[in-house]
């Protein structure tokens, strides 16, 4: 496979987060919607957005979607270098909280659907500094 036809496949991969994100937002009641710009849209305003790494025949993949995040951090940059957007967030959206926890459960079943595999949200303290890091 040539590097191109590599490259193409990874971006139609990642096409398929980005609709099942959009299943998580009308599961939510938003109405969302892909555009020309990567990520997942409420109007103008970037709700979702997905990044793809390739590196030495690796891919490796990541979904940040915008629970309750401060939107404020995001008036010092310019949110995926696209100018004249806006990003938002489930919370904002709704105008109530709406906590990681209560966004991954909906986001595992959308992705479950689509890959057919069974995806579990069990004993993860989102509370820790560095879940991530620490053992």
Same mark, same amino acid.
């Given at each position: 496979m *040539? +590097?191109?036809?590599?490259?193409?496949?990874?971006?139609?991969?990642?096409?398929?987060?980005?609709?099942r994100?959009?299943?998580?937002?009308?599961r939510f009641?938003?109405? +969302?919607?892909?555009?020309?710009?990567?990520?997942?849209?409420? #109007?103008?305003?970037? $709700?979702?957005?997905?990044?793809?790494?390739?590196?030495?025949y690796?891919?490796? %993949?990541?979904?940040? @979607?915008?629970?309750? *995040?401060?939107?404020?951090? !995001? =008036?010092?940059?310019?949110?995926c #270098? $696209? %100018? #004249?957007? #806006?990003? *938002?967030?489930?919370?904002?959206? @709704?105008?109530?909280?709406?906590?990681?926890?209560? +966004?991954?459960?909906?986001?595992l079943?959308? !992705? +479950?659907?689509? !890959?057919?595999?069974?995806?579990? !949200? =069990?004993?993860?303290?989102?509370?820790k500094?560095?879940?991530?890091?620490?053992k």
């Amino acid at each position: 496979m *040539t +590097a191109l036809k590599a490259a193409v496949s990874v971006v139609n991969l990642g096409r398929i987060p980005y609709g099942r994100a959009l299943e998580v937002q009308q599961r939510f009641g938003i109405k +969302a919607s892909t555009s020309p710009d990567t990520g997942v849209w409420v #109007g103008d305003n970037k $709700i979702c957005a997905i990044g793809i790494n390739c590196r030495m025949y690796v891919t490796s %993949h990541g979904l940040a @979607l915008n629970c309750n *995040t401060d939107m404020r951090w !995001f =008036e010092n940059i310019v949110p995926c #270098g $696209i %100018h #004249g957007k #806006g990003v *938002t967030s489930l919370s904002q959206e @709704l105008q109530r909280e709406v906590p990681v926890t209560e +966004a991954v459960p909906p986001l595992l079943e959308a !992705f +479950a659907e689509q !890959f057919n595999c069974r995806l579990s !949200f =069990e004993d993860l303290d989102i509370n820790k500094e560095n879940p991530i890091t620490e053992k």
